[in-house]
């Protein structure tokens, strides 16, 4: 096992298993990142994949001033912001539509599940019933919580990434968790009504 | 309702107060809320509920070969910045560059695909008979619009039959303007020389005339503005005349001037402020050929007279006397009037001839008195009419402004451009 350091020095040099090695370490943590903040399998694997291309291709100018790992964290979500303001301006309403429907069909799913593998079942569609919300977001609250909750920076750190002020991160970040409160809450009571009418 | 304002408050920094993002103050009085406040307090727990719920979700996993995909990405992207040649990766780089960025750039080309003939055109102004050719076809087209917006001008004060319909007519200031300037670029332009053995040091010798139309308001302001402008020139009034016409005593008069040819071109345009010029034709005529035939037959005329003197010096017999004599007279006959043609042609090069007719436009006070609330509607009729010709002038001059700008303007778009996309690079890795 090298060190963060070590790797990332022979990245430099050009060593392409080294900077594998990188990959393999943090590939799972930048596809969360992608996915969290796109919402769609299929574009957090390109945007990954392509924040490690960037990544290789720009190692040379990478200070270790932060982490490798942060460094990677800022390309992921400059990429995923990029992606965002793309599709704003594309179809923002028709990805709106898409998941409205999809909620209605998931809470009418939901109820017949009942015992034994359900268990694990519903914790997966917990995680997606959760990034289905997160998705229903804006992208400026989306990256802020993102940020915040997903990859721990800290304030300070997202009003840079974002830049944008500190104020607004604090305002963003509080409206986004409260937004997510009252939605999962309100569903989960919708839940709890639909499983004591057919259970 | 002073409470719920500080629930509110305290509700919006709840989050910061869950991060501990917020200051010592701030975060005093937040836990001193919440310790009385049940509604808060549960707000509180419903936040902490959801971001403990965020952080516990599990990392996703990549589909499967995400890595092998990735790890076959690098080798190719290993490959390219290696083996391939500089001119290969950056064909490769403009393919990669998406389709919405190249909008701006087709958007500069377009602008510049359109406004480039129009800056050539330009540029060729005052390059000989193509650019003319152009140039009366403008001002033929002047000349039509000029022609029914002056009738609809003075249909009502004056016969339309008073507009001259001189090919140079036109009714913006600004191609009045060009008008002579351009023609005098046209013939200082230096041609070809005439003769090959007496090209050495010819001055040109060009005539300028220019025949105008002025409508104006006050006749003998005018009248005698024009005399004051030509004698400040340095020129002399060649011929006068004028008459008046109609019931309505409307006076029409023409003058003719002479003026050294250095001044024709600010006189020209000072004539604008004495009144409005209906009408201009400015024309030259080039003589230097004829003058320098003049010039080249005098000498040998000289020459003739002088040798005819020395054989009437030297003969002897009365017949051939008489003989030489009778050719003498011949000789010293033609000589004058070669002497008195080359007298004209410097006069008329010297001095510029110009053709003023000056026509009174506006309706007479009497007629004002006599048929009042038309003349007052013909007014407004008429400062309309002014006021959109100016309109039309102005808008004229803004076209033309923005034609003078958009160089600078793509220059600027296209240097903004670059700066922009290297920033958004810079800002991205």
Sequence with gaps: ?199 | MNCERICEQVQDNLSAYLDNALTAEEKAETEAHLASCPACRQAYQDLQATVQMLSSLEEEIPPAGFRRELYGKLQRERNVTQTIPLYRRLVERIRGINRYQLIPVAAVLLIMLVSLPLLMDSANLGFGKKSEVALEQKALDYDATYKTKESLRTAPAAAPDSVSGSGFASSSEESLRKTPTIDFNVMEQPQAPLDAGTAIDIERKIIKNADLVVAVESFDNAVSAIKDKVTAAGGYISSESGNAAGTEGIRNGHLQVRLPATQFEGFLTEIDNVGKVKSRHVYTQDVTEEYVDTESRLKALSTKEERLIAILANSGKLSDILAVENELANTRSQLESLQGRLRYLNNRTEYSSININVEQVTVSVQQISSDGLAGVLLKAKEAFITAVNNIIKDVGKLVVFISSALPYIILVAVVGYILWLVLKKRKQV
């Excluded at chain 1, 969360?32 to 694997?45: F, P, Q």
């Excluded at chain 1, 990478?62 to 179809?91: G, P, Q």
């Excluded at chain 1, 799913?109 to 034994?116: A, D, K, L, R, Y």
């Design chain 1, 1 to 199: 096992m090298y060190s963060e350091d070590e790797l990332v020095r022979r990245s430099k040099n050009g060593d392409i298993d080294a900077f594998e090695e990188l990959i393999a370490r943090y590939e799972r943590k930048i596809f969360t990142t992608a996915y969290r903040l796109t919402g769609n399998r299929e574009d957090a694997a390109d945007l990954a994949q392509e924040a490690f291309l960037r990544a290789f291709r720009s190692i040379q100018s990478f200070r270790a001033e932060a982490s490798f790992l942060t460094w990677m964290y800022t390309i992921v979500t400059n990429l995923c912001r990029d992606e965002l303001r793309k599709r704003k301006r594309v179809h923002l309403e028709s990805l709106d539509e898409r998941i409205a429907l999809e909620d209605s069909e998931v809470a009418k799913q939901f109820p017949s599940e009942t015992v034994g593998p359900a268990e694990v079942y519903e914790q997966k569609e917990l995680r997606e019933k959760i990034q289905r919300t997160i998705n229903t977001l804006t992208p400026e609250y989306r990256m802020a919580l993102v940020l915040r909750d997903i990859q721990g920076l800290s304030y300070e750190e997202i009003a840079a990434q974002l830049d944008c002020s500190l104020g607004t991160v604090k305002s963003r970040i509080n409206r986004a968790r409260n937004y997510l409160k009252d939605k999962l809450s309100a569903e989960r009571e919708q839940n709890s009504r639909d499983s004591r009418l057919y259970g």
